[in-house]
């Protein structure tokens, strides 16, 4: 009754040994006559060390599964650490910070790509003419300085506080569009970092954070209590001890004038993305009003032209100053 699996037996071991001798681990052919193989089985059978006729092969196989195991982990971790670089990419971090040294820093605020009506409708209380609305698409993302650049983040880049208004935490003022532009390339040397003004375009999408509003808040002037300094003791305020905006960016509205990298110009027709202003033209767009402005005057599609040389404190008693923005690598 047990002949015909005793065969079975036999042929099996047959084929596993001849495979072993082959190299390929078992999956040999099929054994079959009173191959030399078969003779050794027979042989191994009735010798009292059985098992060691399969031992070999069975070792060979299971170094053979171990190699196959450890080749899919190697592909497996590589394929990860390929998705978690494209997900770096795609992700930029929050935030950024700039280091001046001696504690001083400047905090800079991720602001991702989008879509927004740039301008304002004609029915918005203060509105001028120079704010047609249009379609503007902001194509990448960018971080924005939280606060305006305050003196002593100034002073430590470019060794001199031309401010008025003394305060190492106050925005700096009484710079031109040439003194920021001086201040961004000194930065982008000592931070390693492409360091710039915001383009028009980029200042109101910012400033907006989502908003279609007179300001980031709302349509009612007097929201700007909470949001906006407009100088009750006669001077510029510190950074940042107002409300921000919905993106975390303080003093949009008010404090200081910002200047912005484009000249001044009429907006675009139709559509736009990333647009960079006129590329002719002799003034310099600024932008939130300050301190001594009205409500009107620091509405979020409001703007000014200026000559790049003008500091401001002679310009009709107002305050200039900026803020910078870093591209995001
Ligand atoms: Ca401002």
Redesign the pocket.
């Known amino acids: 009754m047990n002949a015909q699996p005793e065969e079975n037996e036999r042929s099996k071991a047959g084929t596993v040994l001849k495979a072993a001798e082959q190299g390929s681990g078992g999956s040999g052919i099929l054994v079959s006559g009173n191959s030399r193989p078969l003779d050794d089985i027979d042989r191994n059978l009735r010798c009292p060390f059985l098992d060691s006729t399969f031992r070999q092969p069975t070792i060979i196989l299971k170094v053979k599964s171990f190699i196959q195991f450890f080749v899919l982990v190697i592909l497996s971790i590589a394929s990860q650490s390929g998705a978690f670089a494209a997900e770096e990419k795609k992700a930029p971090e929050a935030k950024q910070e700039i280091e001046f040294g001696g504690g001083v820093k400047m905090e800079l605020v991720l602001v991702n790509p989008g879509k927004f009506t740039m301008g304002s409708p004609v029915t918005e209380k203060g509105r001028e003419a120079a704010e047609s609305q249009h379609a503007v698409t902001i194509s990448k993302a960018f971080y924005m300085g939280k606060y ?1 650049v305050t003196q002593e983040q100034y002073e430590k880049v470019m060794g001199s506080n031309p401010s008025k208004f003394k305060g190492a935490k106050k925005p700096v003022e009484n710079v031109s569009w040439d003194d920021a532009q001086e201040f961004c390339r000194k930065l982008s040397t000592t931070s390693a970092k492409t360091v710039r003004l915001p383009t028009e375009a980029e200042w109101e999408y910012a400033c907006r954070a989502g908003s279609a509003t007179a300001y980031c808040f709302g349509d009612d002037e007097a929201g700007l209590a909470e949001y906006a300094w407009h100088g009750t003791s006669g001077t510029t305020d510190p950074v940042g001890e107002k409300k921000p905006n919905a993106w975390g960016l303080y ?8 200047w912005c990298q484009d000249r001044y110009g009429d907006y675009p027709a139709g559509a736009a993305t990333d647009p960079q202003g006129p590329v002719e033209g002799a003034d310099r767009v600024m932008r ?1 009003g300050c301190w001594v402005t009205s409500p009107g005057d620091c509405r979020s599609a409001h703007r000014i032209k200026v000559s790049p040389s003008i500091r401001g404190v002679d310009f009709l008693g107002m305050s200039f100053g900026f803020r910078v923005v870093v591209a995001p690598h």
């Not at 003093?251 to 910002?258: A, G, K, P, S």
């Open positions: 305006t003093d949009m509205h008010r404090n200081v004038y910002e939130g």
